[in-house]
């Protein structure tokens, strides 16, 4: 990265060989190079007024009983998270690394690297365990590891690899990484760099991360509907996401961001009722009071009030296939649902 402007110099674009993840079709492999350019959007306004709320008294639902899908786990579930609780504590960045070991890249140019590899990861669709696995992998690195800002990109692009291989079925090439950054890195330089992240991580690179829980948390807040809501699951993964780019989130662990994007969700498209209940406290082991800090922080985040002009995210979750959910808004936030 040449500047906090920029992308090692591409302002903010974005070079694809392919726009869709590679499968086993040479033809799409060979699929001609187009450019996406980053566009801005308009800021969401905030709506100061609510409802009055009413606690739900209702008794813990039980989300593991009766379910046929072998892939959830039942059986197993509570002993399978609560290992994942304490795995979440271990090798975590802290949230103010950039500062101790960082003297050329700055929490800005953070941000522009992971708006940027937001985009990189709907041009593959790569599944948004990759992404948040990615931004792991770069602040730990960065965490144990001084890095000059034009090397900042090539580390993007190499933890993106590295989480690709281990949550996709078929990674993107090295060459195709090589030409979303207009080829200012060679295949070399990204296989010298994947040998250094892997070895920092002692090859375990797996960790919890927010999307880990959310959908834990998402199934105890639609336990008592008829129907799922798409609209509350997407709205949740859109706040959710918005906090990868911003490095003040890293003093919550992701937990606690994942319980917060679903009561922040469930407030923003219901003011009628408590957003937290017996069933969501029992899942997620959080009390509403305990969730106050983050879940300000984040409606900060939703309501855009710092302006910040990183909106990869934002336009992601403009389009119809996610409802529009960024451009809800949530009402003030009464003391009183704490």
């Known amino acids: 990265m040449g500047n906090e402007n920029a992308v090692s110099g591409n302002q903010g674009r974005v070079l694809r060989e392919n726009p869709k993840r590679r499968t086993l079709d040479e033809k799409k492999a060979n699929a001609p190079k187009k450019r996406a350019i980053l566009k801005d959007i308009t800021n969401v306004t905030c709506e100061n007024s609510y409802t009055i709320i009413c606690l739900?008294?209702?008794?813990?639902?039980?989300?593991?009983?009766?379910?046929?899908?072998?892939l959830l786990c039942s059986l197993y579930a509570s002993d399978i998270y609560y290992n994942m609780r304490v795995a979440e504590l271990k090798r975590r960045p802290?949230?103010?690394?950039?500062?101790?070991?960082?003297?050329?890249?700055?929490?800005?140019?953070?941000?522009?690297?992971v708006d940027w590899l937001v985009e990189v990861s709907e041009e593959y669709t790569l599944v948004p365990d990759t992404l948040y696995l990615t931004v792991y992998l770069i602040d730990w690195f960065l965490?144990?590891?001084?890095?000059?800002?034009?090397?900042?990109?090539?580390?993007?692009?190499?933890?993106?690899l590295i989480a690709s291989k281990y949550e996709e079925i078929c990674a993107p090439r090295i060459e195709e990484l090589c030409v979303i950054t207009d080829n200012s890195y060679t295949r070399d330089q990204v296989l010298e760099m994947e040998s250094q992240v892997l070895k920092h991580f002692s090859f375990q690179i797996y960790t919890p991360t927010s999307k880990t829980f959310l959908r834990r948390f998402l199934r105890a807040a639609q336990?008592?509907?008829?129907?799922?809501?798409?609209?509350?699951?997407?709205?949740?993964?859109?706040?959710t996401e918005l906090t990868l780019v911003d490095y003040q989130f890293l003093k919550f662990i992701p937990s606690v961001i994942a319980a917060s994007a679903v009561f922040l969700a469930k407030w923003t498209l219901n003011q009628s009722s408590h957003p937290w209940n017996p069933t969501l406290e029992h899942y997620t082991t959080y009390?509403?009071?305990?969730?106050?800090?983050?879940?300000?922080?984040?409606?900060?985040?939703?309501?855009?009030t710092k302006g910040c002009l990183l909106n990869s995210i934002r336009m992601k979750y403009r389009k119809n296939k996610f409802k529009s959910v960024a451009v809800f808004t949530s009402p003030k936030l009464p003391d009183k649902l704490f």
């Open 287 to 304: 009390k509403a009071s305990d969730l106050k800090a983050s879940v300000q922080a984040l409606q900060d985040l939703q309501l855009n």
């Open 223 to 239: 336990a008592s509907y008829a129907n799922p809501s798409l609209e509350i699951e997407f709205l949740a993964n859109y706040l």
């Open 143 to 160: 965490q144990g590891n001084y890095i000059e800002r034009h090397r900042l990109q090539l580390l993007g692009i190499t933890c993106m």
């Open 56 to 70: 739900n008294v209702s008794k813990i639902v039980d989300i593991d009983s009766d379910d046929k899908d072998p």
């Open 94 to 113: 802290f949230p103010d690394f950039m500062e101790k070991t960082q003297r050329d890249v700055t929490q800005t140019m953070r941000g522009i690297l």
